[in-house]
């Protein structure tokens, strides 16, 4: 019985060391980002001495977070809009219907999985930037890169074998009686699709649009590529590492935990709102890319 | 007939969009890779030239790829093995042992999935900083004398880095252990408690046969996922640096595109890609067991 106690605080203790290694340092950015430029100085585990929330400002206006924010913003739910436009109709007939070409393409997108957006960030790269010079020669103007809505395309286009893997598995486990009785009472296609399947699949569109949304704003290195020219918009990962390595330069260390605290406090309020779909959802999917 | 024709029409305007998209941005790349790394370009001539096996015969001797070769099989050997098993650990700890605050930590273990490896890499350069860091201050005041350990040295930086991606991907791990351990029915645990068997016996005898296909796929998928995760750290946290002590393969290939040279940047894109393959294929192989029911 003794050495089963001793096993007991020994899981105890490991459980709580992960725990405060991963909330001592995440709260104390969030009290850093309230400190005064002088107080980094000091020792790092004193409190802050007031509630310096000009951090947060210059963040906003001088570094320009408050604008890559919005970019951030208006990238993600286009991203996800289109992907979930695209995704759904397309994972819906893979799993519904037999059609020519099925397989190949259910193979296909299988294959997809193993692909990851970084492998070929060079040629999506080097393809828009060849676009730009043919439209250039063409019309005096490229609009391929540097554009926020060509970055969203690229971000739902790479996320497809995914979102349709895991789309696709829930549609294959409906029983056809759902389709049987919408045809019979005349609904076309598109309207039994639209009308009776997709309102079922809400669970499995949550969590698509959960991990897409975690991924797509947390997103940094197709987004430094593809928005490249300096002084253009960027997204908030790309300008927090601008903020990163401008201040260490300046020894600007408040301005450098608010920007860090405005990227992480979304996905975090967003996480204790839905944490326990987030969690049940990831067990549907299996894979993470 | 009519109807049949209604319906192929329906299926091509809803699985045309997703296939256009996903040839132009995936499959035309990944063919683009492999064709461009027989080929010479650079940023400012765009003509291409026919270079055949060169720029493969120029990157085996390229120290600074050797090296990123290196650091890319360390770091998925090391982060792996760690990560798998804490993740088991943990998850067998939150299913198998009645622990109190049991769902907070599995909420707290989660967090540093759902950051952005940018911010993770701002909270490590807390952590790491030499003068005032986290780490530091934490080992002057249990040794009593001042700790001032470089994290970021030539030496340490690998270490370092691996520490960062351990710590970002325990909890999504865990979790995911946490799902398949708790199938694994009671009535098992009871009747190897009742012959005796401890702790560890069953957890090698019993929990970890049973949720092994869900560890051989999470194990495949990993693989593939720290390639790119260790890119997603380095780039983020060193750049490559100290003199490109960091380096892995991703962000060499990155770093030759910055460069300007963009053949020689996917012959590096090229070996990432056979190698992530090979070694999935590899762990498949290895892992394969007969698959046991419950």
């Known amino acids: 019985m003794n050495s089963n106690k001793l096993f007991k605080t020994f899981v105890y203790i490991c459980l709580l060391l992960l725990a405060i290694s991963i909330l001592v340092p995440v709260a104390w950015v969030f009290l850093a980002s309230v400190k005064e430029n002088k107080e980094f100085y000091g020792n790092p585990w004193s409190l802050p001495q007031g509630f310096y929330f000009k951090n947060f400002l210059d963040a906003w206006n001088k570094a320009g977070m408050g604008e890559y924010m919005l970019n951030s913003v208006i990238v993600t739910a286009t991203a996800l809009v289109l992907l979930l436009v ?19 393409l259910n193979t296909a997108f299988a294959a997809g999985l193993f692909i990851n957006v970084n492998y070929i960030v060079v040629p999506i790269f080097l393809m828009l930037k060849d676009g730009d010079t043919f439209l250039k020669n063409l019309f005096g103007g490229g609009f391929l890169l540097n554009n926020l809505f060509v970055l969203a395309l690229v971000y739902a286009s790479t996320a497809l074998p995914f979102t349709i893997y895991l789309l696709r598995s829930y549609f294959v486990s409906l029983p056809f009686e759902f389709e049987e009785a919408g045809y019979i009472d005349g609904a076309s296609y598109f309207k039994t699709m639209v009308k009776i399947i997709f309102p079922m699949a809400r669970p499995s569109i949550i969590t698509v649009i959960l991990f897409n949304f ?22 908030l990962p790309v300008g927090l590492i601008n903020l990163m390595q401008g201040q260490q330069a300046k020894a600007q260390y408040g301005v450098m935990y608010a920007g860090l605290v405005l990227v992480m406090l979304p996905t975090l309020i967003l996480y204790v709102a839905v944490q326990k779909k987030l969690t049940e959802g990831m067990t549907v999917g299996g894979v993470k890319g | 007939m009519k109807k049949h024709k209604r319906q192929n029409s329906f299926i091509a305007l809803c699985v045309a969009p997703a296939t256009l998209l996903f040839f132009i941005f995936m499959v035309y790349p990944t063919i683009d890779v492999f064709r461009m790394s027989f080929f010479e370009r650079g940023a400012y001539s765009p003509t291409e030239n026919y270079v055949g096996l060169q720029n493969f015969g120029v990157l085996i001797k390229d120290t600074r790829f050797i090296v990123a070769c290196q650091n890319t099989i360390f770091l998925i050997v090391a982060v792996t093995i760690v ?74 930086v690998v270490i370092s880095i691996a520490i960062a991606m351990v710590w970002q991907a325990i909890g999504y791990y865990m979790v995911m252990y946490m799902a398949s351990m708790s199938a694994v ?46 890119f997603l750290f380095v780039k983020a946290m060193t750049s490559g640096g100290p003199n490109g002590a960091s380096e892995v393969v991703l962000s060499f290939m990155y770093g030759q595109k910055d460069a300007g ?30 698959v046991l029911q419950y």
């Open chain 1, 86 to 104: 695209i995704a759904l109709p397309a994972a819906y007939c893979l799993a519904r219907f037999n059609f020519r070409g099925r397989n190949i």
């Open chain 1, 214 to 235: 975690l991924s797509f704003w947390n997103e940094y290195i197709v987004s430094l590529t593809l928005l490249s020219a300096a002084g253009g918009s960027k997204t």
């Open chain 2, 83 to 156: 990560t798998f098993a804490l993740a088991l650990f943990f998850a067998a700890c939150l299913t198998r042992e009645k622990v109190r605050g049991n769902s907070i930590f599995r909420v707290v273990f989660y967090i540093p999935n759902i950051l952005s490896v940018v911010v993770i890499s701002g909270v490590f350069s807390a952590i790491y900083d030499t003068k005032n860091g986290l780490l530091n201050s934490l080992l002057s005041i249990f040794s009593g004398k001042a700790v001032s350990v470089l994290w970021k040295s030539e030496e340490l």
């Open chain 2, 185 to 230: 029915p009671e009535s098992l645990y009871e009747s190897a408690g009742l012959d005796g068997a401890d702790k560890l016996t069953q957890f090698f005898n019993i929990t970890l046969p049973l949720i092994w296909t869900n560890i051989r796929t999470t194990l495949t998928f990993f693989i593939i996922s720290t390639i790119n995760m260790a």
């Open chain 2, 261 to 290: 040279l963009y053949g020689y940047s996917m012959a590096a894109g090229v070996v990432i890609f056979l190698f992530s393959f090979a070694l999935s294929a590899l762990v498949n192989k290895a892992t394969e067991r007969e």
